[in-house]
């Protein structure tokens, strides 16, 4: 099983500062098959990157995603207020698929 | 416009068999991936498994054999049945289209107690 590993637990920045968010990959994962997502209290989770880099339908291009191998990034420019959530990664190369332990990025 | 509506018993007994139901509309069973992620409490996502085509399943081996996924077409509706469950299976059920899925159900939370 791969083993996706978040990093930090928790961001604390302010609005209109720029996020960096970490998953690494305990083996190496197909750039095609890693996806990110942010979650809100009471909500499902929402895709926002998938092939590591390619933004879903409907997410503005403050949202970038990177990586290969192991270390995969998600980088968001300029923080926005509906941004503070919880986001995951997730690879579906290899079965099982796994999710990452989450990275909250909370108001500072 | 692709909508999914789970639903179920809220409540299910120690050892008895978790069963819920996802209607689906706007999408089809066929060449997609329909799947079932879970989150306990206060805690992370988990991927259950998913079906392929209406037919072709994979499971997380976690479950220990426990989980069942099937599609009924007439119904448009996607199953998931879990057996044996423990106040471990305790948890909001999520069905979603996709192997990223960029269609989720709202959720629903199942609680095992007796």
């Known amino acids: 099983e791969i083993v996706l590993t978040q990093s930090p637990g928790t961001l604390s920045l302010s609005p209109g500062e720029r996020a960096t968010l970490s998953c690494r990959a305990s083996?190496?994962?197909?750039?095609?098959?890693l996806a990110w997502y942010h979650q809100k209290p009471g909500q499902a989770p929402r895709l926002l990157i998938y092939?590591?880099?390619r933004r879903a339908t409907g997410i503005p291009d403050r949202f970038s995603g990177s990586g290969s191998g192991t270390d995969f990034t998600l980088t968001i420019s300029r923080l926005e207020p509906e941004d503070f959530a919880v986001y995951y990664c997730?690879?579906?190369?290899?079965?099982?698929?796994?999710f990452g332990q989450g990275t909250k990025v909370d108001i500072k | 416009q692709v909508q999914l509506q789970e639903s179920g018993p809220g409540l299910v007994k120690p050892s008895e068999t978790l069963s819920l139901t996802c209607t689906v509309s706007?999408?089809?069973?066929?060449?997609?991936?329909w799947t079932w992620i879970r989150q306990p409490p206060g805690k992370g996502l988990e991927w259950l498994g998913y079906?392929?085509?209406?037919?072709?399943?994979n499971y997380n081996p976690s479950l220990k054999s426990r989980v069942t996924i099937s599609v009924d077409t007439s119904k448009n509706q996607l199953s998931l049945n879990l057996s044996s469950v423990t106040a471990a299976d305790t948890a909001v059920y999520f069905c979603?289209?996709?192997?990223?899925?960029?269609?989720w159900g709202q959720g629903t939370l199942v609680s095992v107690s007796s």
């Open positions: 979603a289209k996709g192997g990223y899925p960029s269609f």
């Open positions: 706007g999408a089809s069973f066929s060449y997609n991936y």
């Open positions: 079906i392929y085509n209406g037919g072709s399943t």
């Open positions: 083996q190496s994962v197909s750039s095609s098959y």
């Open positions: 092939a590591t880099s």
């Open positions: 997730q690879q579906y190369d290899n079965s099982p698929w796994t």
